[in-house]
C-alpha cells in the first residue's frame, strides 16, 4: 500500500519561506510523475508543481520563480521550498503520485 505523508506546513508572514515534504513509503523512482496540488477554502484544488522522474518540473504561473519541487530519491521524499509567499498562497497542500495517491494534506497560512 503507498502513503504519502506530507510536513512542513504553518504559519509564516508573507515574503516568508517554508519547505514542504511528501514522504513516501517505498521507492518514488517507481512513479513518474509527482506533484503538490493545494486547494484554498471554496476553491477547486489545483497544481502547483509537478516533476517526472527525469527532472523535468512544471509550475503554475501563480508560483513560477517562487517555487522549486525537487525529488529525493535517497529518502524518498518529494520537497517543494516555497519562498516569497503571499496570503494567497494559503490554502491546504497535498502530495500526489500518478494523479492516483494523495497524502492527507499539510496547511500552509500566509498572515501576519
Known amino acids: 500500500q503507498v502513503q504519502l505523508v506530507e510536513s512542513g506546513g504553518g504559519l509564516v508572514q508573507p515574503g516568508g519561506s517554508l519547505r514542504l515534504s511528501c514522504a513516501v513509503s517505498?521507492?518514488?523512482?517507481?512513479?513518474?510523475?509527482m506533484g503538490w496540488y493545494r486547494q484554498a477554502p471554496g476553491k477547486q484544488r489545483e497544481l502547483v508543481a509537478g516533476?517526472?522522474?527525469?527532472?523535468?518540473?512544471n509550475y503554475a504561473d501563480s508560483v513560477k520563480g517562487r517555487f522549486t519541487i525537487y525529488r529525493d530519491y535517497g529518502k524518498n521524499t518529494v520537497w517543494m521550498q516555497m519562498n516569497s509567499l503571499k496570503p494567497e498562497d494559503t490554502a491546504v497542500y497535498y502530495c500526489?503520485?500518478?494523479?492516483?495517491?494523495w497524502g492527507q494534506g499539510t496547511q500552509v497560512t500566509v498572515s501576519s
Open positions: 500526489n503520485a500518478e494523479d492516483y495517491y
Open positions: 517505498g521507492s518514488i523512482f517507481r512513479f513518474n510523475a
Open positions: 516533476i517526472t522522474r527525469s527532472g523535468s518540473a
